[in-house]
């Protein structure tokens, strides 16, 4: 057996369903590995993302766990005979193993949401204004750096499933670059917003009592509920949140966001007058 010497944020979410499974149906990783005829530290080395599994051994697993969602069983076989080389690969050694794991979350997404309190999301920026967010980084980047992180985030512009982003006022008019950079990413906005797939509302300022978009995230769809994912950016880099737990308070959090946002009419409004300003 080879061990990964990195496993991608895909596989290390299939060995964590994987453990989970098993920890619900009361087993030990021995227990289990008794039940497959293999040694304890193969089942170790599955559950740690160090070593892929075969659509057989997950179906038996599944089995020994007396697991009866077959549409979860099914979800888990897909991520792990899936042999995709996606285009972020290229990125590999260039760029943090965080961006690359975002973008294959975003490839195999079913529906992408985003909260936006001081920046236009990624995925909605024009180049000059990804080039202003990156410059602003500490410690700065080298102009090599600084040119491959704006062509990944291009390409990750590439998506085609449902995108709903809810920004605040603040981030639309922060002027991360220049005047001319930030007239350009709001008309850029408006552009958008006309797509069939994605949708853009926009908090207020003038909402009172609202203190519930302090909290930017990006919550990606998988291909169950609870194959969905959130992400949340930190100064040491993304972290990738899974638990059913957090999960439904981060749908919670993004239903309450999206409830209080204008329409996304008003949104187009709003977005055209403050466009209008510069």
């Known amino acids: 057996m080879v061990k990964r010497r990195e496993p991608t944020a895909r596989q290390a979410r299939l060995a964590t369903e994987l453990r989970r499974l098993r920890e619900a149906a009361g087993l030990n990783s021995r227990q289990a590995a008794a039940l497959l005829g293999v040694a304890a530290a193969q089942i170790t080395h599955i559950e740690s993302a160090l070593a892929g599994v075969s659509e057989q051994r997950v179906r038996r697993l599944a089995s020994h766990y007396a697991c009866t969602d077959s549409e979860l069983i099914d979800a888990l076989v897909a991520m792990a005979t899936d042999r995709t080389c996606g285009w972020w690969e290229e990125y590999r050694g260039l760029l943090p193993t965080s961006f690359l794991d975002l973008s294959e979350l975003e490839h195999h997404a079913r529906f992408l949401r985003h909260v936006a309190i001081l920046y236009v999301p990624g995925l909605l920026q024009t180049e000059d204004y990804s080039r202003a967010v990156f410059s602003s980084r500490l410690p700065e980047l080298t102009s090599e750096e600084l040119e491959v992180r704006i062509q990944h985030r291009k390409a990750r512009q590439g998506f085609s499933v449902p995108y709903e982003a809810v920004v605040h006022e603040a981030a639309l008019r922060i002027r991360v670059g220049d005047r001319a950079t930030s007239r350009a990413q709001l008309n850029r906005l408006l552009e958008l917003s006309e797509a069939d797939r994605i949708t853009v509302r926009v908090i207020p300022f003038d909402l009172d009592g609202f203190a ?67």
């Open 212 to 278: 519930s978009a302090s909290s930017t995230m990006t919550y990606v769809g998988g291909p169950l509920p609870k194959l969905d994912t959130v992400v949340r950016d930190a100064l040491h880099g993304s972290a990738f949140i899974d638990s059913e737990a957090q999960l439904n308070t981060y749908r919670t959090s993004f239903r309450t966001v999206e409830a209080a946002s204008l329409n996304p009419g008003q949104s187009r409004d709003l977005i055209h007058s403050l466009a209008k300003e510069l």
